[in-house]
């Protein structure tokens, strides 16, 4: 897709599966997070590091899709996207 539009992000076009699936890997990801810290207790959560990363990772997945869904145009376009948000978002 990048090449096709010389990586300009403004006119990146999704696909209604691309965004069905980043939202349901997402809510797979934040509903596992949860049931982990229900199970473990907020101590042992947060003492083991593997949990803690899963837990950033959580938040900028909701962060994402919150950023997402806000600057998604009418017709598939992502409008004034931040690179920084999306470096992230892709090296996670």
Not at 53 to 67: K, M, Q, R
């Amino acid at each position: 897709k990048g090449i096709q539009n010389n990586w300009n992000l403004p006119q990146w076009k999704h696909h209604r599966w691309e965004e069905i699936l980043e939202v349901t890997v997402g809510v797979a990801i934040v509903v596992e997070v949860l049931l982990t810290l229900r199970v473990l207790g907020v101590r042992d959560f947060c003492a083991n590091p593997w949990c803690v990363f899963d837990a950033i990772v959580a938040v900028l997945t909701v962060i994402s899709t919150g950023y997402g869904l806000e600057h998604l145009g009418r017709q598939g376009e992502i409008c004034e996207a931040q690179l920084p948000l999306l470096f992230l978002r892709f090296v996670l």
